[in-house]
């Protein structure tokens, strides 16, 4: 990059001025008079009325109308599931009869049983609940809009994200508050283990699968007939995770690809013309399972999904948990990501219903499809100011004064709208009273007296759950909140640690560590493959900056970077990501270190590791981890 691009591109840090930071990219901030709450007007309409509206959803131009009976019957007497059964019989020995019948029982456990009635009593009980818990529910109305239009044209596959139970529950509350088809929903076989819970989600659209299939060729043919059947007669959208799971660290989970497959595969064979991917984000205040996720992270089994469990959760209901932002992003046509990319052409090669090993083409174009939908998911997130607040709390533990917690809020809260972060501030209120409200939603971990800002880590005496005892679960609710900022400070933070720890600061080099940071951290944060080095120059541009109050800056001079990192604003970009933490972990010794810094201080105190034995890596690292 040359001087005449790095003098258009700097910016001031440090400064406690929300204004004194200029936005780095060129996209534009989101314009918040573009969300709708839809709990207003049903603050002031009856539930009831609500649940009984017509109901006349928008439906896909080619839909085949059809009963989920029918349905069943159409996967069953489908020539892949023929083919399939024809395969196995000759393999196993056993009858075409005897496999058929184990189809039919598998469909059996599996299908859903929308009904129009039972959509009806989840619209009258969500919007009672969601009404008690939360104080907005914000949707922007240009996504809807143009998931109306999507709809009627195509067939469409809904992905969120998912970070709560509540999540498919909402989507379905607001696709009928908005008179659009309610999703069919790919959910886990625990929730069949709730009596009339598990019947009632199946008659809302939720169908039901198992975690994994282990090698069962029949179930795999009738899961993915049955998938693809639903999509291609445009029943009503598909819905499913790409997470596969709901994230407890608030960080979003690398994609599971095998639901993507099965979506895909039905325009690969021309069986439809095109299908939408609509990404979707999911935001919250506060999460209703903040706690649980922290003792599942401590090594607390997950409680088992049981009407007993729902009935004692109730409790819930006294608390209150905030807003919540949808976010319905862009249908994204996979017509148009294939174009130049993917060809049908293989497909034509043998009859449709042969099942086929998937070439390392389509499995790389899968991959590709997967990461692409997780970042739109990311750059469409909500950041509430919490995350902003525990940030400077964890970093200033444990209490801090009032005044220096707004000042060094205000000053994140501009170095996070400088890096593109989707914020949600309000304009009309004092930054005084933004924080204050903050800390009262946030009482059960955090306490404001006398002016002084205190994290509840070791008040009254420590929790015991399951004979274990836990003295920190507050730190790890905390960090799980301080998480979602890392979607905007992690590629800035790696370019910015690859900088200090490049001698010479040649690009080459500081190109070649950051490479290696996204490579160790590939199961921790969503980076796009093969994206590295555009990553790299894009960031490297956006962190041509310098402060003069700190006397911090980097600048492009050739084919080197000169650089300074003394200021406040490059310990927090690393430590965002890469805060020194002591470590209590039980898989050091399966972790050789091949990389340390060259130079010490807070911003470096870290040794690189490499899994030294397969199977092992990051994830591995005990999650509870603290300075």
Not at 30 to 39: G, M, R, S
Request: net charge neutral.
């Amino acid at each position: 990059m040359d001087s005449s691009s790095s003098s258009s591109s700097c910016f001031s840090v440090g400064s406690t001025s929300p204004g004194a930071v200029v936005l780095l990219y060129s996209k534009e901030l989101k314009k918040w008079d573009q969300f709708e709450d839809v709990l207003e007007e049903r603050r002031h309409v009856s539930d009831l009325k609500f649940a009984m509206k017509c109901y006349t959803p928008l439906v896909y131009k080619g839909i085949t109308p059809c009963k989920p009976s029918e349905i069943k019957c159409s996967v069953l007497n489908s020539e892949e599931i023929h083919y399939v059964i024809k395969q196995l019989s000759r393999e196993s020995l056993q009858s075409a009869e005897v496999l058929r019948e184990e189809a039919c029982g598998i469909l059996d456990e599996m299908n859903h049983k929308l009904r129009l009635g039972a959509i009806r009593f989840c619209a009258f009980a969500l919007s009672k609940i969601f009404k008690q818990i939360f104080s907005k529910v914000c949707v922007n109305e240009e996504g809807i809009q143009k998931l109306q239009r999507a709809i009627q044209e195509h067939p469409v596959v809904l992905l969120p994200s998912h970070r709560s139970y509540i999540d498919f529950l909402m989507l379905s509350f607001l696709l009928y508050n908005y008179d659009l088809p309610v999703p069919v929903i790919a959910a886990g076989m625990d929730f069949l283990g709730m009596k009339m819970v598990g019947e009632l989600l199946r008659m809302s659209g939720a169908f039901f699968m198992r975690r994994t299939f282990g090698g069962d060729q029949l179930y795999w043919a009738v899961f993915s007939e049955y998938v693809k059947t639903m999509l291609r007669n445009g029943y009503a959208p598909v819905e499913f995770f790409l997470e596969g799971t709901r994230s407890r660290s608030a960080k979003t989970l690398t994609p599971k690809f095998g639901l993507l497959n099965i979506v895909m595969e039905p325009f690969f064979k021309r069986e439809v013309f095109d299908t939408y991917l609509v990404p979707i984000s999911i935001s919250y205040d506060r999460i209703l399972e903040e706690t649980l996720y922290a003792y599942e992270l401590l090594g607390v089994p997950k409680p088992k999904e049981s009407t007993t469990g729902l009935l004692k959760a109730r409790r819930i209901l006294s608390e209150k948990f905030g807003n919540i932002h949808v976010y319905f992003g862009d249908p994204v046509s996979l017509r148009s990501l294939a174009a130049g990319r993917m060809g049908r052409s293989p497909y034509n090669l043998v009859p449709r219903y042969i099942p086929q090993k998937q070439s390392e083409d389509m499995h790389a174009f899968v991959t590709e499809v997967a990461y692409k939908m997780q970042l739109l998911q990311i750059q469409n997130l909500v950041l509430s100011p919490w995350p902003l607040i525990v940030t400077v709390l964890l970093q200033n533990r444990p209490s801090m004064d009032f005044d220096a917690l707004l000042e060094k809020t205000l000053w994140l809260k501009g170095l996070a709208q400088a890096f593109g972060g989707f914020l949600t501030w309000p304009d009309n209120e004092l930054a005084e009273e933004v924080v204050q409200s903050s800390l009262l939603l946030h009482s059960n971990i955090v306490s404001l007296v006398k002016d002084r800002v205190t994290l509840k880590v070791d008040s009254g005496g420590p929790e015991v759950v399951d004979g274990l005892v836990f003295q920190h679960i507050t730190l790890l609710v905390c960090s799980a909140y301080r998480n979602q900022l890392l979607n905007i400070f992690v590629r800035p933070s790696l370019v910015a640690v690859a900088l200090q720890m490049t001698p010479g600061f040649r690009k080459e080099d500081v190109y070649s560590c950051f490479r290696f940071l996204c490579s160790v951290f590939s199961d921790e944060f969503i980076f796009l493959p093969g994206n590295a080095l555009k990553d790299f120059l894009d960031l490297l541009h956006a962190l041509l900056f310098k402060s003069k109050e700190h006397g911090s800056s980097v600048r492009s001079e050739g084919k080197s970077v000169a650089q300074v990192m003394t200021s406040e604003a490059h310990q927090l970009l690393v430590s965002a990501v890469l805060e020194v933490q002591r470590c209590e972990c039980w898989n050091t010794a399966a972790l050789a270190p091949v990389w340390r810094p060259q130079q010490s201080g807070k911003a470096c105190r870290i040794s690189w590791c490499f899994p030294c034995s397969e199977g092992t890596g990051l994830h591995m690292l005990s999650p509870a981890v603290h300075r």
